[in-house]
């Protein structure tokens, strides 16, 4: 194992059973609606960021760009998404939620933002202060690893 395994081991551990807890915690939401993991998080992506493209979505997400249509695909068609052409660039598909997934991820959001709210309010300052830290530090390791997947997935002849 290598000299930060017990860490990278903890980083799966504590930011999995967040997600899961906050998930049981606010309950409802895409979760209850039977969409994968993938599909709520693009749902909630489009939520927040409408007019985004599916190319975009496919990198914030860190899809390839035939996995984001299919997905794309199965939600418009399951009534959630709509999908429109750009006015400026007719290959580029433009994404927004149906009136009532945007119910649904509004009430999501603000489920999951009450719930955090509250648990937040019983932390100590400096317990703020760390987590505001760290999360400083997973917005790094994010764009770290985003960078690492963009030379892995750029063709060699483009490396050099």
Same mark, same amino acid.
């Not at 979505?57 to 052409?85: W, Y």
């Not at 505001?132 to 050099?160: F, I, M, N, Q, Y």
């Given at each position: 194992?290598?000299?930060?395994?017990?860490?990278?081991?903890?980083?799966? !551990?504590?930011?999995?059973?967040?997600?899961?807890?906050?998930? $049981?915690?606010?309950?409802? &939401?895409?979760?209850?609606?039977?969409?994968?993991?993938?599909?709520?998080?693009?749902?909630?992506?489009? &939520?927040?960021?409408? &007019?985004?493209?599916?190319?975009?979505?496919?990198?914030?997400?860190?899809?390839?760009?035939?996995?984001?249509?299919?997905?794309?695909?199965?939600?418009?068609?399951?009534?959630?998404?709509?999908?429109?052409?750009?006015?400026?660039?007719?290959?580029?598909?433009?994404?927004?939620?149906?009136?009532?997934?945007?119910?649904?991820?509004?009430? !999501?959001?603000?489920? $999951?933002?009450?719930?955090?709210?509250?648990?937040?309010? +019983?932390?100590?300052?400096?317990?703020?202060?760390?987590?505001? +830290?760290?999360?400083?530090?997973?917005?790094?390791?994010?764009?770290?690893?985003?960078?690492?997947?963009?030379?892995?997935?750029?063709?060699?002849?483009? +490396?050099?």
């Amino acid at each position: 194992m290598d000299a930060h395994g017990d860490l990278i081991s903890d980083l799966f !551990s504590v930011v999995g059973r967040f997600r899961r807890q906050l998930r $049981r915690s606010t309950g409802g &939401g895409f979760d209850a609606a039977g969409l994968t993991q993938s599909q709520a998080e693009l749902v909630r992506l489009v &939520g927040r960021r409408p &007019g985004i493209s599916v190319r975009e979505a496919a990198a914030e997400l860190s899809l390839v760009p035939n996995t984001a249509s299919t997905l794309v695909s199965r939600l418009v068609n399951d009534g959630l998404l709509i999908r429109t052409v750009d006015d400026a660039d007719r290959r580029v598909g433009r994404l927004a939620l149906t009136e009532s997934a945007q119910r649904i991820a509004d009430e !999501s959001r603000a489920a $999951r933002r009450a719930a955090l709210s509250a648990v937040l309010t +019983k932390l100590e300052p400096d317990q703020i202060a760390a987590l505001a +830290k760290g999360l400083d530090v997973l917005s790094e390791l994010t764009r770290l690893l985003h960078e690492e997947a963009e030379l892995r997935d750029t063709p060699e002849e483009v +490396k050099v």
